[in-house]
């Protein structure tokens, strides 16, 4: 009986804290890119800063109605730096790599707007 309430007591836990687990700032950009181009915009703006949300939001007036195909997520580059973060990816929805420069906001990892002459790390 001890056994049983051990193990399920670790399991519990186990349960628990993977539920509290944040999102790197990788796992962050798949998301993102995934709902952005599927165009569900609540996710897209649970994991954006609101400046990272609007320039989303315009950009993505301008791209074909929502796409159901894979994305095909793949990580070229990705550094973290303090409380910054910066992703190079690429995607099937375009034929060139991208990058998502992240903040950290209350523990999370936030897709942010690039300044206009700012540089990522690579």
């Not at 074909?64 to 990816?89: L, Y």
Request: hydrophobic residues 35%; proline residues 3%; contains cysteine.
């Amino acid at each position: 009986m001890k056994n049983l309430i051990s193990f399920s007591m670790i399991l519990f836990l186990l349960i628990a804290c993977k539920g509290n687990q944040e999102l790197s700032p990788t796992a962050t950009a798949k998301v993102v890119i995934e709902s952005f181009y599927t165009k569900d915009n609540s996710t897209l703006k649970e994991h954006t800063t609101p400046s990272g949300y609007e320039g989303m939001i315009a950009i993505q007036n301008f791209v074909a109605d929502g796409m159901s195909k894979s994305s095909d997520f793949k990580v070229v580059n990705d550094s973290i730096i303090g409380e910054t973060a910066w992703v190079k990816f690429r995607t099937s929805y375009d034929t060139k790599p991208e990058t998502f420069k992240f903040v950290r906001q209350d523990g999370k990892w936030m897709v942010t707007q690039q300044g206009v002459r700012e540089k990522g790390p690579f």
